[in-house]
Nanobody, 115 residues
Framework: QVQLVESGGGLVQAGGSLRLSCAASAIFFRTNAMAWYRQAAGNQRDLVASITRNGITNYVDAVKGRFAISRDNAKNTLYLQMNSLKPEDTGVYYC?????????WGQGTQVTVSS
């Protein structure tokens, strides 16, 4: 069964904004910290931001002050608000559990930031 479905990506100019969404299976979403990951072309998949069940957030330095991760536990949905986008933010964005145990990856959503 499908457990993670990402959406909301697109093509945007530098300085623009996008909001990503991730619909997750309730059984996993409600009991786990969640995270957004990014994979640029030719690179490994890296964690960008995470959020605990109670809403405590953490970000990599490159996105601090520009990205905001949030979750709606009633809707089993994870969000990533991305502002002041830069070309280096380009990549495929995935959601998953935060930590060493991961679910099968979804299809991701492509974000392309033009200069």
């Amino acid at each position: 069964q499908v457990q993670l479905v990402e959406s909301g990506g697109g093509l945007v100019q530098a300085g623009g904004s996008l909001r990503l969404s991730c619909a997750a299976s309730a059984i996993f979403f409600r009991t786990n910290a969640m995270a957004w990951y990014r994979q640029a072309a030719g690179n490994q998949r890296d964690l960008v931001a995470s959020i605990t069940r109670n809403g405590i957030t953490n970000y990599v330095d490159a996105v601090k002050g520009r990205f905001a991760i949030s979750r709606d536990n009633a809707k089993n949905t994870l969000y990533l608000q991305m502002n002041s986008l830069k070309p280096e933010d380009t990549g495929v964005y995935y959601c998953n559990l935060a930590g060493n145990t991961l679910l099968a990856w979804g299809q991701g959503t492509q974000v392309t930031v033009s200069s």
